[in-house]
T-cell receptor, first 114, second 114 residues
Framework: DAGVTQSPTHLIKTRGQQVTLRCSPKSGHDTVSWYQQALGQGPQFIFQYYEEEERQRGNFPDRFSGHQFPNYSSELNVNALLLGDSALYLC?????????????FGPGTRLTVT | KQEVTQIPAALSVPEGENLVLNCSFT??????LQWFRQDPGKGLTSLLLIQSSQREQTSGRLNASLDKSSGRSTLYIAASQPGDSATYLC?????????????FGTGTLLAVQP
């Protein structure tokens, strides 16, 4: 049973560029959340997708956008990259409606903006 | 606004010691609390999830307790081993709503010396 997978593992981009990160949820899960983790900090909630719609958004600018596909996989897009966007981006999946909202995290994508 | 604090920020112990990690949160209206382990540069591994109606959960050498009224949780690690060295994060899920967003603490960096 595959867990949460993310791609790519590492990414280096230049300020002003755009980036797309990808996530496949754990088998049987239908909800995907994205988190940003700066060095030495706890993860910060970006947004969550369920039934291909963004359900809730954290305190992140509109440069951060996402999408969920019919197979429940998800993409995180960041436009006009800033140096401060350098972080580990984590995807988490869970299954809605079961009463057990335990979230399972992927290995993350390390984004470096130069 | 929910805030999660973890004390201590870092801890170094000799192998074999029992230890306690602390997590406090400001809003007691939580749905559950989850403890995670994070190895350097890696994703999060779920250790224990305590639902709001529960007082504690155990898994092997790990025991987590939850006291909602005081806004506290502890993670007890028995007979620590060098392989336990990692950052330990606690996260609360806010009660109610359609989303299960997690609010994280900044973590406790644990080093177990052989």
């Amino acid at each position: 049973d595959a867990g949460v997978t993310q791609s790519p593992t590492h990414l280096i981009k230049t300020r002003g560029q755009q980036v797309t990160l990808r996530c496949s949820p754990k088998s049987g899960h239908d909800t995907v959340s994205w988190y940003q983790q700066a060095l030495g900090q706890g993860p910060q909630f970006i947004f969550q997708y369920y039934e291909e719609e963004e359900r809730q958004r954290g305190n992140f600018p509109d440069r951060f956008s996402g999408h969920q596909f019919p197979n429940y996989s998800s993409e995180l897009n960041v436009n006009a990259l800033l140096l401060g966007d350098s972080a580990l981006y984590l995807c988490a999946s869970s299954r809605a409606g079961t009463g057990n909202y335990e979230q399972y995290f992927g290995p993350g994508t390390r984004l470096t903006v130069t | 606004k929910q805030e999660v604090t973890q004390i201590p920020a870092a801890l170094s112990v000799p192998e074999g010691e029992n230890l306690v990690l602390n997590c406090s949160f400001t809003d007691s209206a939580i749905y559950n609390l989850q403890w995670f382990r994070q190895d350097p540069g890696k994703g999060l591994t779920s250790l224990l999830l305590i639902q709001s109606s529960q007082r504690e959960q155990t898994s092997g050498r790990l025991n987590a307790s939850l006291d909602k009224s005081s806004g506290r949780s502890t993670l007890y690690i028995a007979a620590s081993q060098p392989g336990d060295s990692a950052t330990y994060l606690c996260a609360v899920e806010l009660y109610g709503g359609a989303t299960n967003k997690l609010i994280f603490g900044t973590g406790t960096l644990l080093a177990v010396q052989p």
